[in-house]
């Protein structure tokens, strides 16, 4: 039987929940234990496939296709392992599942109730996951007290009687600001959201304190004393300049051997975390710095491109150097001119969905292709780069998507064929991994390593038109991926250009901090090269 790690949070959002669960995933696989994670939202949507970034950040696909909250990539990156729909639970996702066995007459005429058919629903979730693990970390969204939570902590507060209290490690993670009037740190939150969760029924087995300043003995004793903890329980969580800290941080602390000890967990060997400090030194001591200007249609919020961000911070630790992101909106480079990209050492363009920004982002594309600058298109921005050479290069003047312009006379991207008959959006684009056979002359090819078949995540519903395919190559794009036995354009290249790519899928699902994305590496690389040249420094068209 696995043992379970159930991380609640109070006082405050944002206090790093995610970021905890992961450091702790990362320390006990690198101690050798196998690990998973799962994430519940108190939310009603099924998934975060149809929520809007500016107010939940970026959707996290994962191999199977799950549209995930963003955690789930804060999962992956630290703990190295793909995760499935299995490590992403919802409100409305196990509503659904109970209503439906409840149609299906399941339940054998009971009254269907929160207690004890929900949270036996939320349990056996759980449960699930217990094949070749050994330890398996729940994060429970949102904070203690919201009503739309309690199902879940009522869920967690009766796992001791499913697998023994000794199998169960509750750890809290709360806040210690400091007040500066006063001059201290204040435990009162911290102890007013343990008192809640203790009324839930939960006693915290350690206490994770997220402060801008270490403790103290005097605060761990009052926090200890009054949460009912041992003192070597109470773990601070200092604000740090790179999530990629936390982990050594909390290991300087003894986290993990707290959290084996009360598990009875016999640690298989010294973590291994050479190669994780090397990453994080490489990140604090740059060797020069690249700027990239990311053109989207969500640059105000910053959690809208995470992935995109960290994948490019992976990247630029792998080359040495610091990447600089210039974050520029779309609608912007519409109304305010090219000029807002001037300098810039690379240009990448995110994925996204609808018409606004498009014309910016396009602008974007001519930019980069004609002033040689290093281009990185992520789905969305493989597409207009389609459109602008297609409209530039072929003469086809009119060229567009049909999601941008369904009457277009020259649909270069089009609607996939197993589409064209969707009217439920929640989960029915293509998603998930699928094969991709790279052309052995590529620049790709060349970054994969020599790879020639590679696996990505896909999030989308338009794709290339082969109609066009090979008006296209005989003007100078490369073909240089294609998904094998369907036939689809998953990789686009520019001839006589030092590095312009365009892919339908999203490799930043799959950038780790000590295992970078080759095509974000070769794309920084790219960057850096123009970087280091002074001859070569972007203008205005």
């Not at 992101?325 to 994925?351: K, M, N, Y």
Request: proline fraction near 5%; glycine fraction near 10%; charged fraction near 25%.
């Amino acid at each position: 039987m696995p043992k379970y790690v159930f991380v609640t949070g109070g006082v405050v959002s944002s206090l790093g929940k995610g970021i905890t669960a992961a450091s702790l995933g990362v320390l006990l696989k690198r101690r050798g234990f196998r690990v998973s994670i799962i994430k519940m939202d108190p939310y009603i949507n099924v998934d975060a496939g149809t929520m809007n970034p500016f107010q939940h950040g970026e959707v996290f696909v994962t191999d199977d296709g799950a549209e995930t909250d963003l955690d789930l990539g804060h999962y992956e990156r630290f703990i190295d392992e793909s995760l499935t729909s299995d490590n992403t639970l919802t409100t409305g996702k196990i509503y659904s599942s109970v209503i439906s066995r409840e149609r299906a007459g399941q339940y054998l005429g009971a009254t269907v109730q929160v207690i004890p058919h929900i949270t036996n629903e939320i349990q056996e979730s759980i449960l699930k996951i217990n094949s070749d693990v050994d330890v398996v970390i729940s994060e429970i969204g949102g904070t203690v007290g919201d009503i739309e939570g309690q199902p879940f902590l009522e869920a967690i507060r009766q796992m001791t009687n499913r697998v023994g209290r000794e199998n169960v490690l509750y750890c809290h993670v709360t806040l210690v600001p400091y007040i500066a009037a006063a001059g201290e740190l204040k435990t009162k939150p911290t102890q007013h959201s343990v008192h809640e969760l203790r009324r839930l029924g939960i006693q915290p087995d350690v206490i994770v304190c997220r402060s801008v300043s270490h403790l103290g003995n005097d605060i761990r004793d009052k926090i200890a004393l009054f949460c009912s903890v041992p003192r070597e329980a109470v773990v601070e969580a200092i604000d740090v300049s790179s999530i990629y800290k936390v982990p050594l941080q909390l290991y300087d602390q003894e986290f993990d051997t707290l959290v084996m000890k009360r598990l009875g967990l016999e640690p298989k060997q010294e973590p291994a975390l050479d190669d994780w400090r090397a990453f994080v030194e490489a990140c604090e001591n740059p060797e020069g710095v690249v700027e990239v200007g990311m053109v989207g249609k969500y640059v105000s919020h910053k959690d809208a491109y995470l992935s995109v961000v960290e994948a490019l911070s992976h990247a630029g630790t792998a080359n040495r150097v610091r990447v600089s992101i210039r974050h520029v909106e779309a609608e912007d480079v519409e109304t305010q001119g090219i000029s807002l990209l001037d300098g810039v050492h690379g240009i990448l363009v995110p994925g996204g969905f609808g018409s606004r920004g498009v014309a910016g982002k396009m602008l974007a594309a001519r930019f980069a292709r004609e002033r040689k600058i290093p281009y990185l298109g992520l789905c969305l921005g493989m597409q207009i780069a389609v459109v602008e050479f297609a409209r530039n290069i072929c003469g086809l003047d009119t060229a567009h998507s049909v999601e941008m312009d369904s009457a277009t006379p020259d649909p270069v991207i089009h609607l996939m064929h197993e589409q064209e008959r969707v009217r439920d959006l929640g989960g029915t684009m293509r998603l998930g991994e699928y094969p991709c056979e790279l052309d052995v002359n590529s620049l790709s090819f060349a970054a994969y390593g020599g790879s020639s078949l590679i696996r990505e995540r896909h999030r989308h519903r338009y794709e290339f038109n082969n109609d066009y395919r090979e008006m296209m190559r005989s003007r100078g794009m490369r073909m240089a991926g294609i998904c094998p036995g369907r036939d689809l354009v998953e990789i686009i290249e520019l001839e006589d250009h030092p590095w312009f790519v365009g892919v339908q899928f999203h490799p930043e699902l799959k950038s780790r901090p000590v295992r970078p994305h080759p095509l974000f590496v070769g794309f920084i690389r790219a960057a850096r090269d123009r970087a280091e040249d002074p001859d070569k420094k972007g203008g205005t068209v």
